[in-house]
Nanobody, 126 residues
Framework: QVQLVESGGGSVQAGGSLRLSCAASRYLFSSDCMGWFRQVVGKDREGVASITSDGRTSYADSVKGRFTISKDNAKNTLYLQMNSLKPEDTAMYYC????????????????????WGEGTSVTVSP
């Protein structure tokens, strides 16, 4: 049963913006940490951003100043606002509820106990 549903991906030109959404079950949305990672076929997952239940955020250096993670508690929805997109941002983006608290701060370290959705595709053309 899928409990995280991502949406909002698409194709944009470099410099453009997209807002990704992740609709979560109430149970998952109440987790201590939620975040986003991305993956390109053939490459490792890259943690992008995280947010704790009390609103602390962490970002990968590659997206700092361009991406913003946020939550809407009334809608049980996680967002990722992506501005000034670059071709290297092209990837599948996944919403994640990590099993490990350390992922929230460091954006690394994945576990079979993590929960993630089916992803949404982002393509940025030059």
């Amino acid at each position: 049963q899928v409990q995280l549903v991502e949406s909002g991906g698409g194709s944009v030109q470099a410099g453009g913006s997209l807002r990704l959404s992740c609709a979560a079950s109430r149970y998952l949305f109440s987790s201590d940490c939620m975040g986003w990672f991305r993956q390109v076929v053939g490459k490792d997952r890259e943690g992008v951003a995280s947010i704790t239940s009390d609103g602390r955020t962490s970002y990968a250096d590659s997206v700092k100043g361009r991406f913003t993670i946020s939550k809407d508690n009334a809608k049980n929805t996680l967002y990722l606002q992506m501005n000034s997109l670059k071709p290297e941002d092209t990837a599948m983006y996944y919403c994640i509820v990590p099993d490990s608290d350390s992922w929230c701060a460091e954006l690394v370290g994945y576990s079979p106990m993590d929960t993630w959705g089916e992803g949404t595709s982002v393509t940025v053309s030059p």
